[in-house]
């Protein structure tokens, strides 16, 4: 079948049918409040379902959603980990109603199971996996039921399921369009050994999540068909159609209430995967009357790695921001996209053609998250609503990928997901953002216990904690990063690899006056001495990674890195350092209350030098006591030079408009300023 690009268009609402209308409209007092929330809950059951089932890290760490669906696959309500999914699963329903609904080879029926992880019929990237399950009532197709999670092996060119060496769709491994993967109720054994066959690094863990999946969904359709048997199918149809049309109303009378303008905001990240480039994600956010358009004309063109997108995952990612904070009371439902436009040119690095690798998406649309938070963050501010404005919270995209046997003797590949949950919130207007806030791409993501990973992955935790100086700092600081260091231990190897984007420069804006946060590098040490230092109970083990780089108590070759890094082995004893992204920061760093600072400096989430340098504060090393005067004297100081060094904005930008990167570090930037193709991309 020709690729149906067509229908991951179609993210908002289905016209409403006749008999929706009719059920909507003859709701009683009452009926709408009480069995919206029974829906609602209905999809936290079929999560606690799903978790308490599935293997992988990905499963307990939030990474998922569990939906239900109208009969025309629009969404009606979710349960988040992620809202990305919630918004693509949509359209791998409309693929099959619209290709498989009439079809008699496939058709959809009573007990059918489908699945896909295909992103160019909705998803996201291919280990974004969805079970889905339409639901009956006396013969008649009424709702559908998905769950959708990660999963942390795909079968790729590196393990992990997020290659940074793809270059072409052809590299990423198992890619199913929505197929039938059961009937009556029953999942197809041959279905389940074609995935393990073709995810062989971890065939126990894709049939077992499979299986979840499914469980998730079958829950949720047993729950909806009781409800119809309790209420009847009319009161069930009409409160899953009023929840998208509560959200549309309110989601355009909220928008009409915000200020008319242009609000702009642009970001960079230094990698495609393959290869160092700055890349530039540009948006110009337009809100007129009760419309809000986001146009992403100027980002860098489309490459030939890892590190690019399609427009539907643009549209899915800024579920993230919208659902989660301006129409965060909202029903999580279709119709918050339908006043909400998007403009994604075709061959940029987020419209890619088709046969590009979409691997890293996710990290690519960290971009796109970037972005949304920072121009919306001033469209919120200038409407009034400054405690929803916020700096961007950290999303580099720390994901530091595992695969091997281990210490069971069991086939593995997983993630490090307390350092991938545990990025830094941004900085608020009026308080700090949360220290190791979560998963920027669902903050409900939880960072799993040391002990927990230690025991089903088989290394040993050197530290896990918050990061040095990694937030952005203002008057408001963000929340701080988190460094962790693990050592293979109980086996003879174990291979792991890196995505991430920021080597040099940081993708998270300040908001005004904050700094971004900073970018870390990736350290490995070899050939170590560790566990023989353990064994001695040596004082001078390192715990953080400043310290384990400044002083190099442990022996052993030291390789300091970018933080994108290929799949490679080490072995037992070697050890492997990460870091995940501090929060942005917020307001002129000159205002914060110096006692801010010293407490910051005496819970060591802030060095010295950031303090007397950054800060312009002055105080006892050994009390730690503030020198009230000299403080104020060294930020009036500040004051002054910073007025000494200022210009006129035409001044500036005579100045400004020369200068350029190097061109090494433009190679697939596309033109100078102005990101147009520079190069024809050829995939083989």
């Known amino acids: 079948m020709p690729i149906d690009l067509e229908i991951n268009e179609r993210i908002k609402p289905e016209q409403i049918t006749e008999f929706e209308r009719r059920c909507m409209e003859g709701l009683q007092p009452g009926e709408y409040e009480i ?95 969805a ?88 829950r949720i359709r047993i729950r909806i068909q009781e409800l119809i048997k309790e209420k009847g199918l009319e009161t069930t149809v009409g409160v899953m159609r009023k929840m998208i049309d509560v959200a549309e109303n309110a989601t355009r009378k909220r928008i009409e209430s915000w200020e008319d303008g242009v609000y702009r905001s642009v970001a960079f990240f230094d990698t495609i995967g393959i290869q160092d480039s700055l890349i530039r994600c540009n948006l110009t956010m337009t809100k007129k009357g009760d419309q809000l358009t986001f146009d992403f004309t100027g980002s860098s063109p489309e490459n030939d790695g890892s590190f690019n997108s399609f427009a539907h995952i643009v549209r899915a990612h800024s579920a993230i921001y919208l659902f989660g904070v301006p129409f965060s009371d909202l029903p999580t439902a279709s119709g918050i996209y339908s006043p909400i436009n998007f403009v994604v040119p075709q061959g940029t690095f987020l419209n890619a053609n088709w046969d590009a690798s979409v691997a890293n998406s996710p990290v690519a649309n960290s971009g796109t998250m970037s972005v949304i938070g920072h121009a919306m963050a001033k469209l919120l501010f200038a409407s009034g609503q400054h405690e929803l404005s916020a700096a961007v919270y950290g999303c580099t995209g720390s994901t530091y990928v595992l695969a091997g046997e281990n210490q069971w003797g069991v086939p593995f590949a997983d993630i490090l997901a307390n350092v991938f949950n545990s990025e830094g919130g941004g900085a608020r207007t009026d308080r700090d953002g949360i220290d190791s806030w979560g998963f920027p791409w669902g903050c409900w993501g939880k960072g799993p216990d040391v002990e927990d990973m230690e025991n089903e992955q088989p290394h040993q935790h050197l530290f896990f904690k918050h990061r040095k100086n990694s937030m952005g700092f203002g008057k408001n600081r963000g929340g701080s990063g988190a460094t962790i260091a693990v050592s293979v231990q109980n086996v003879p190897h174990l291979v792991f690899q890196s995505n991430a984007k920021n080597h040099k420069v940081p993708t998270s804006q300040g908001l005004f006056g904050g700094y971004p946060p900073t970018t870390h590098p990736g350290i490995k040490i070899m050939d170590t001495d560790y566990f023989e230092k353990m064994e001695r109970g040596d004082a001078d083990l390192p715990t953080d990674s400043i310290e384990l780089i400044k002083n190099q108590a442990i022996e052993g070759r030291y390789d300091v890195e970018g933080s994108v890094r290929f799949a490679a082995a080490l072995k037992e004893g070697d050890i492997y350092v990460g870091a ?52 104020e004297n060294a930020k009036n100081e500040e004051r002054l030079s910073r007025k000494q060094r200022g210009k006129s904005y035409v001044e500036f930008m005579a100045e400004w408009s020369k200068k350029k990167p190097a061109e090494e570090a433009l190679s697939y930037y596309g033109s100078w300023p102005n990101a147009e193709p520079t190069r024809k991309i050829v995939r083989i």
Not at 178 to 192: A, C, F, H, S
Not at 622 to 628: R, S
């Open 580 to 631: 995940s992204s501090g929060g942005a920061g917020y307001g002129d760093v000159l205002e914060r209350d110096p006692q801010s600072v010293i407490s910051d400096l005496r819970k060591g989430f802030i060095t010295e030098d950031v303090a007397r340098n950054v800060y312009k504060i002055v105080y006892d090393e050994t009390t730690m006591v503030l020198d009230e005067g000299a403080t």
């Open 131 to 218: 079970a889905i399950m339409p639901i009956f009532h006396e013969g008649e197709l009424v709702a559908w039921a998905a769950a959708a999670v990660h999963q942390p092996e795909t079968g790729a060119i590196e393990p992990g399921g997020m290659p940074v060496a793809a270059r072409t769709r052809y590299d990423e491994g198992m890619k199913l369009p929505p197929m039938k993967i059961g009937e009556n109720y029953q999942i197809r054994n041959d279905i389940l050994d074609m995935m393990a066959n073709m995810v062989s690094r971890a065939p126990r863990m894709q049939i077992i999540d499979t299986k979840a999946r499914v469980v998730g969904c079958d």
């Open 35 to 129: 069995y919206s929330e029974k829906l609602n809950n209905i999809v936290l059951e079929g999560k606690e379902i799903l978790t308490r089932i599935g293997v992988s890290g990905f499963f307990h760490g939030g990474d998922l959603i569990v939906g239900i669906y109208t009969a025309q696959g629009d969404l009606v309500t979710a349960y988040c980990g992620v809202f990305l999914h919630s918004v693509t699963t949509q359209i791998c329903i409309k693929y099959i109603l619209k290709h498989f609904k009439d079809d008699p080879t496939v058709g959809i029926r009573e007990g059918d199971i489908f699945y896909a992880n295909e992103a160019l019929y909705g998803g996201v990237h291919n280990p974004d996996q």
